[in-house]
């Protein structure tokens, strides 16, 4: 698509993260890049910006329809009937969804499709940069949560991250209310600058709040209709891989449809592509589940110590290598 250079002038340029105790001290600083497992020409970008730089690449040849949303589905025998909430119907000869973990194209073809709950939720939105993070991300766990905290620059806002251990709760998706008070009743005696992003969580205007959650499907088509990314096989946010798989999977299908002789064929050789990569890929985000947000104090202890000593290990490389193994198998478990 020609956008690999635009992404990269945006890369993070993440340098250290450092891990807090509950009075503000610094217990360990990590290499951003040696504890994230960055190789070779790997990049980090925001997700926001990933978004402008596709739709840049792709504005003069796609059509874009922001504010609407697919109302009814009709196959017929050489296409898909569309209603929208706003605009006109159309005939579409193929439909893909890639709405994400609580897909409405996934139900509609498929059904309702539990969802696997990993144990965990997670908030994420933009506040005030009142830390001066600069390309750093600060990290303070507590037994059963896990406050982060990162920006790209002194002057941009900063990104700030919650997750708690807790079995599902039974909550408004739309009631952004709700969730504040949610992830309040979950910080209520938090330490380090916890009662402060909680009011700044409390003003934000993007929360994200979601269950730490998996999507698991026999199949990811029916008829003229596909699923891509986490409408496919969601592996959690806590696996750090989502967005990336959601662009193989764009790749591959692209590839199988633009090499097969009907859209059969391409939907059956784009699953057996990507399902084995994808399973690896949720093998990995259910481990990453239960690191992220530790359930005990002891395993918060023997975390810390390994990080405050990882700079005096002679072979310090070598030990993030094997740790970072899995992460490198599930992100290349598939040759494109």
């Given amino acids: 698509m020609g956008a690999y250079e635009s992404a990269r002038a945006l890369d993070t340029g993440m340098r250290t993260i450092t891990y807090v105790r509950r009075d503000g001290r610094p217990l360990a600083v990590v290499d951003a890049n040696l504890l994230m497992g960055r190789r070779g020409d790997d990049i980090?970008?925001?997700?926001?910006?990933?978004?402008?730089v596709l739709y840049e690449a792709t504005a003069a040849?796609?059509?874009?329809?922001?504010g609407d949303a697919i109302a009814t589905m009709t196959e017929t025998g050489d296409g898909v009937d569309v209603t929208f909430d706003k605009g006109a119907p159309r005939r579409f000869a193929l439909v893909v969804g890639a709405d994400g973990l609580h897909s409405a194209t996934r139900r509609k073809v498929l059904g309702e499709t539990p969802l696997t709950h990993l144990g965990a939720y997670i908030s994420i939105c933009t506040v005030p940069n009142a830390l001066g993070i600069d390309r750093e991300e600060f990290m303070y766990p507590q037994p059963?949560?896990?406050?982060?905290?990162y920006s790209t620059g002194p002057d941009a806002p900063a990104q700030v991250g919650l997750a708690f251990a807790s079995p599902e709760l039974s909550y408004d998706r739309r009631d952004v209310a709700g969730q504040q008070l949610l992830i309040?009743?979950?910080?209520?005696?938090?330490g380090w600058e916890v009662p402060r992003l909680l009011d700044a969580v409390d003003a934000a205007g993007d929360l994200y709040f979601d269950s730490i959650?998996?999507?698991?499907?026999?199949?990811?088509?029916?008829?003229?209709?596909?699923?891509?990314?986490?409408?496919?096989?969601c592996p959690s946010p806590a696996s750090g891989q989502g967005t990336s798989m959601a662009l193989v999977g764009a790749y591959v299908l692209a590839e199988?449809?633009?090499?097969?002789?009907?859209?059969?064929?391409?939907?059956?050789?784009?699953?057996?592509?990507?399902?084995?990569?994808?399973?690896?890929n949720l093998a990995f985000g259910r481990k990453m589940a239960k690191d992220m947000v530790p359930r005990s104090a002891w395993r918060i202890a023997v975390q810390n110590?390994?990080?405050?000593?990882?700079?005096?290990?002679?072979?310090?490389?070598?030990?993030?290598?094997?740790v970072l193994r899995r992460l490198h198998e599930a992100a290349n478990a598939i040759a494109i």
Wanted: zero cysteines; proline letters at 3%.
């Fill in 44 to 52: 980090e970008i925001m997700r926001t910006d990933l978004t402008r």
């Fill in 61 to 66: 040849d796609v059509e874009y329809v922001f």
């Fill in 144 to 149: 059963g949560r896990l406050v982060f905290a």
């Fill in 184 to 190: 309040r009743q979950a910080f209520t005696d938090g």
């Fill in 213 to 233: 959650s998996q999507v698991h499907l026999p199949r990811w088509s029916a008829g003229r209709v596909a699923l891509i990314g986490d409408a496919a096989h």
């Fill in 256 to 280: 199988k449809l633009a090499a097969a002789d009907g859209h059969e064929a391409a939907f059956e050789r784009y699953e057996a592509a990507l399902r084995p990569y994808a399973e690896i």
């Fill in 305 to 322: 110590y390994g990080m405050r000593t990882l700079k005096y290990h002679p072979r310090k490389e070598r030990v993030i290598e094997r």
